[in-house]
Nanobody
Framework: QVTLVESGGGSVQAGGSLRLSCEVF??????MGWFRQAPGKEREGLAS????????YYADSVKGRFTISQNHAKSTLYLQMNSLRPEDTDMYYC????????????????WGQGTQVTVYS
């Protein structure tokens, strides 16, 4: 059983930064990732990390602006978001799965409840 709890969302001016956190309770899966979804739109994969060795994978849309990481105990996942844009406004989710090297939402079976990020111009 895996429970994920996100935090760190909020409102920020364009160009600013936020760091999201995701606490992991239970079994540590091989892959952890960050995703976002706006109402009426498909969920978009942003970044994932191989929890064993820390290898990271990014969607082109956030490469260079967002950084995924985990703490030493692998009990907390982070997403550092820099140079935020109004189009980054979304609900952000963390998720866990067994397939490494992907940001496809379909490969992640455990999901948190989400944290809202709003970027204003």
């Amino acid at each position: 059983q895996v429970t994920l709890v996100e935090s760190g969302g909020g409102s920020v001016q364009a160009g600013g930064s936020l760091r999201l956190s995701c606490e992991v309770f239970g079994y540590i899966m091989a892959s952890m990732g960050w995703f976002r979804q706006a109402p009426g739109k498909e969920r978009e994969g942003l970044a994932s990390i191989y929890t064993d060795n820390g290898d990271t994978y990014y969607a082109d849309s956030v490469k260079g602006r967002f950084t995924i990481s985990q703490n030493h105990a692998k009990s907390t996942l982070y997403l550092q978001m820099n140079s935020l844009r109004p189009e980054d406004t979304d609900m952000y989710y963390c998720a866990a799965g067994q397939v490494v090297g992907t940001v496809s939402p379909a490969e992640f079976g455990y999901w948190g409840q989400g944290t809202q990020v709003t970027v204003y111009s």
